[in-house]
């Protein structure tokens, strides 16, 4: 599958504060899925980016595809303790999706 | 409620001992698939099946097997099971060609001694 680096690997938040997790490929992408998955769950889809350059907005969570599709990122604002878990990218192609190694975010409050 | 149900949930094994972990959808979607999370590692497509009687290998098939004889149905099967299968593992289904976002199962934690 297609190979993509996320960083970084491990993310320790206060609570209330930023924080951005990137997702970098060597080759272009048609598109890129973002996953997250809680303490002890399983991977929940949260948004696919398809357009180069596109912007999403879930709340306090926005992705990012860049302009020529070989990275996005998920920035996170005000994170809160609902935030915990890992985030994995996940590109697409020919329906099988790539994941990435994840950044597990945790928060002190 | 819509799902996709896995079971076990967890498995204790011994090497060589024929095991099947069961993965179901009540949702009529035509592609499922199976992956297979280590830590430092995310998650790694096994096998992936686009509709009934149709499977093909994923990214890490050696040592699993799978079919598809009806559409809910994707079962995962280790015809003997080695340590280096230990793992946690997780079965997916989504609607169709077009619809590319995954449902995940709860997740099967597998140890082989």
């Known amino acids: 599958g297609q190979q993509v680096m996320q960083i970084p690997q491990y993310q320790h938040v206060q609570e209330g504060e930023d924080f951005t997790t990137y997702c970098n490929s060597s080759?272009?992408?048609?598109?890129i899925q973002w996953y997250k998955q809680r303490p002890g769950g399983h991977p929940v889809f949260l948004i696919q980016?398809?357009?180069?350059?596109e912007v999403k907005k879930q709340k306090r969570l926005t992705f990012q595809f860049g302009e020529a599709k070989k990275n996005s990122s998920l920035h996170i604002t005000a994170t809160q303790t609902t935030d915990v878990g890992t985030y994995f990218c996940?590109?697409?192609?020919?329906?099988?999706?790539?994941f990435g190694a994840g950044t597990t975010v945790t928060v002190r409050a | 409620e819509a799902q996709v149900t896995q079971n076990p949930r967890y498995l204790i094994t011994v090497t060589g001992k024929k095991l099947t972990v069961t993965c179901s959808q009540n949702?009529?979607?035509?592609?499922m698939s199976w992956y297979r999370q280590d830590p430092g590692l995310g998650l790694r497509q096994i096998y992936y099946?686009?509709?009934?009687?149709?499977?093909d290998k994923g990214d890490v098939p050696e040592g699993y097997k799978v079919s598809r004889k009806e559409k809910r149905n994707f079962p995962l099967i280790l015809e003997s099971p080695s340590p280096n299968q230990t793992s946690l593992y997780f079965c997916?289904?989504?609607?169709?060609?077009?619809?590319?976002?995954?449902?995940f199962g709860p997740g099967t934690r597998l140890l082989v001694l």
């Open positions: 997916a289904s989504s609607l169709d060609r077009d619809e590319e976002t995954q449902y």
């Open positions: 080759t272009t992408l048609s598109n």
């Open positions: 980016l398809v357009k180069s350059g």
């Open positions: 996940a590109p697409s192609n020919d329906y099988k999706l790539s």
């Open positions: 949702m009529n979607h035509e592609y």
């Open positions: 099946s686009m509709n009934v009687e149709v499977t």
